[in-house]
């Protein structure tokens, strides 16, 4: 019994540790009251899991992959006008105070292009891209001259699962948002995993085409939905 007891106050300690990890994000982002103006400013899909590649003999896969990503930036802008006022990045894409607190994108990814422009990146380094880091100078600058109250971040893992008892291969995406505000503040945050139901072929099939392109889109679609409601 009292080793029970004393698991169980570790399990407690050991989660409060965990707790104080989470820059004191929200666990809902409609219990952000003070957030009503907001801008996606960066948006990447990574390179397909390394496990995914273009496939489909005289189609241009890498087409098929820009233009799902464009369309990924669509669909999250007007999700997002749902329940904020969206500043598009097809407002700012060209803006100075914008452009000035990004950086090349160096990282084998896809990021949306806006009026032939790619959407930014704020960092070099693949871990802090995915988990949605910002410095907090540059979320601060970011929002005012955006004149929004907070800005999104997204990061899009495109990979395969695999059965377990049927080596079946399926769409699998990881998905992080997280959300800055003026102040500087990682106010949110939250990943959402999602796996298509299309069964795509066996063990060894890791290629995405025209026809497999909406089995990924859709999910990460599946997943922006449930981190924001």
């Given amino acids: 019994m009292k ?14 540790l965990t707790g104080c990890k989470t820059t004191g994000a929200t666990k809902s982002i409609k219990e952000l009251s003070q957030i009503n103006k907001v801008a996606v400013v960066s948006l990447t899909v990574s390179d397909w899991g390394g496990s995914v590649k273009g496939g489909g003999i005289g189609s241009n896969m890498h087409q098929t992959m820009q233009n799902a990503t ?46 032939g422009k790619p959407l930014g990146v704020f960092t070099q380094d ?12 540059k979320a601060a600058a970011l929002c005012q001259s955006l004149g929004v109250d907070g800005v999104f971040l997204i990061f899009s893992e ?18 992080i948002v997280s959300l800055w505000d003026a102040a500087g503040k990682k106010v949110f945050t939250r990943r959402v995993d ?36």
């Fill in 3 to 16: 080793r029970l007891l004393y698991l169980l106050l570790l399990a407690s300690f050991v989660a409060s």
């Fill in 158 to 175: 495109w990979t395969v699962a695999t059965g377990k008892l049927v080596p079946t291969n399926k769409a699998l995406t990881k998905n």
């Fill in 70 to 115: 464009d369309s990924l930036l669509n669909y999250t802008e007007k999700e997002l006008a749902k329940q904020f006022n969206v500043a598009r990045a097809s407002s700012f894409i060209g803006s100075n105070g914008y452009k000035k607190q990004t950086e090349e994108l160096s990282l084998t990814a896809y990021v949306p292009n806006v009026k």
């Fill in 194 to 229: 999602k796996v298509g139901s299309k069964v795509l072929g066996s063990m060894g099939f890791k290629a995405v085409t025209p026809e497999t392109i909406p089995e990924w889109t859709s999910t990460y679609k599946q997943s922006l939905m449930q981190i924001l409601n």
């Fill in 126 to 137: 693949s871990r802090s891209l995915k988990r949605g880091d910002l410095a907090p100078e």
